[in-house]
């Protein structure tokens, strides 16, 4: 273990050790950048340089965008899986005697949560302009690609809460059913559009939604709002979850 007395020093150093270990997890980030790969080349190139209604972008870069803001939130609710380990060896119980801050735990996972995210967002991208020819102005791509990574922070604070409150035999069923009802419900698998009107209305509700809407956006969709809507949506969920992680961490500390 590395033992760090200087409070400034103590979290730099976590989470560059926590960013490390996430992206020297090659299992981890084999099954992350594949999936969503494998799904846009088979989607993408079915539809081809067609026009998509909804947002009248090209369907080749919605199906993009859908499979980057799917890999992005697998690479941050992943985190889940290293906290349920942490506390099943007694990690996080030497943490909270460290100088480390409730606040800094949290923001430790969520910049190795992010730092996982970025390679898979543009592992995908590439794929698709490369392989796929998706045809988008460079900015645009950028604007779409800088908003999912942005996002992905309420879903790397959700893996948060599901370490800290999940048991080691049941996180791995919690993890499925908080993933895929994020994915399928937050129209990340199949365009909402061609789904039965109530999911439309639960999507409103998860930020899987707007984590692809961020993402279509920027990358010009039709919508008044551009990215600010799903920004503001995305940043509540965060401050919430953000605000229940903190206090679990420090009521866990105080029975210490």
């Excluded at 900015?139 to 990574?149: D, M, P, Q, S, T």
């Excluded at 509700?205 to 949506?233: F, H, K």
């Amino acid at each position: 273990m590395t033992t760090v007395t200087t409070s400034g020093r103590l979290p730099m150093r976590y989470v560059y050790l926590e960013t490390r270990r996430q992206l020297r997890n090659v299992r981890a980030m084999v099954f992350t950048f594949a999936v969503p790969v494998i799904m846009l080349l088979v989607f993408g190139s079915a539809f081809g340089s067609q026009t998509d209604p909804t947002t009248h972008l090209q369907y080749l870069v919605v199906t993009t965008l859908q499979m980057a803001s799917y890999g992005a939130m697998m690479a941050a609710l992943s985190q889940a899986f290293a906290i349920v380990n942490e506390r099943s060896i007694g990690w996080n119980r030497q943490l909270r005697v460290t100088p480390l801050s409730g606040w800094g735990f949290m923001v430790s996972k969520v910049i190795a949560a992010m730092a996982f995210a970025a390679v898979s967002i543009v592992v995908t991208v590439l794929v698709a302009t490369v392989g796929l020819h998706a045809s988008l102005d460079p900015v645009r791509w950028l604007a779409a690609g800088f908003g999912i990574w942005c996002g992905v922070i309420p879903f790397a604070l959700i893996a948060i809460l599901i370490g800290q409150f999940a048991k080691p035999s049941f996180a791995q069923p919690l993890f499925m059913v908080v993933f895929m009802g994020l994915a399928i419900l937050g129209g990340l698998w199949v365009p909402l559009s061609v789904m039965p009107d109530w999911m439309g209305s639960v999507a409103h509700l998860l930020p899987s939604y707007w984590l692809n809407r961020i993402g279509q956006m920027g990358a010009g969709a039709t919508g008044a709002s551009g990215m600010t809507e799903p920004a503001m949506v995305l940043a509540a969920w965060a401050i919430v979850l953000a605000a229940v992680i903190v206090w679990r961490y420090r009521r866990d500390a105080a029975r210490q």
